[in-house]
């Protein structure tokens, strides 16, 4: 793991990322975050690279797109504090699925994939919780994405009928 100044997370336990996490673990997590400072407009990400961090927002806003058409953008969400993204790339090299740009100043905590796999080999018992909490961010994604996918047929059978 990357020899860091440790991140002050104590106002970010209540994140989804930190489920279930003693006072002790979530200071053994505080050596890997990466802090960076970000202003409106610039991009932490573009669809399709590829992905090395997962990104937790400690404050400000991140704008979520996916490309629809050349050189057009669609907004999927705008995310702020506790808020996770990226959070695919810790567990496997595949490309970005989608753009993020940083929509209001923002403080972002970042873990990379090395440091994340070292601490699954030193600290197995938290990488597993933290695995588990990547897990359910990114399974309730997947839900809401599911709902908001049968309202679009809904709509579009009600149209043609």
């Given amino acids: 793991m990357a020899n860091m100044p440790q991140i002050n997370l104590e106002s970010l336990t209540g994140c989804s990322l930190f489920r279930d996490m003693e006072p002790g673990e979530i200071a053994i997590l505080s050596a890997i975050f990466n802090e960076r400072t ?9 669809e399709n690279m590829a992905g090395e961090s997962l990104y937790l927002v400690k404050q400000g ?14 907004t999927l969400v705008i995310l702020g504090p506790e808020d996770v993204f990226g959070e695919m790339a810790v567990l496997e090299s595949a490309p970005r699925s989608a753009t993020a740009r940083v929509a209001e100043d923002a403080q972002l905590l970042g873990i990379k994939r090395a440091d994340f796999d070292a ?20 399974s309730q994604r997947i839900r809401e994405n599911n709902d908001e996918y049968r309202k679009m047929i809904l709509l579009a059978s009600e149209k043609n009928t």
Avoid: Y
């Fill in 38 to 46: 970000m202003t409106e407009g610039t991009t932490v990400f573009l």
């Fill in 61 to 74: 806003t991140v704008q979520i797109s996916k490309m629809i058409a050349e050189g057009e953008e669609k």
């Fill in 119 to 138: 601490l699954c080999e030193n600290h197995p018992k938290l990488g597993l919780k933290l695995m588990r909490n990547i897990i359910r961010i990114f």
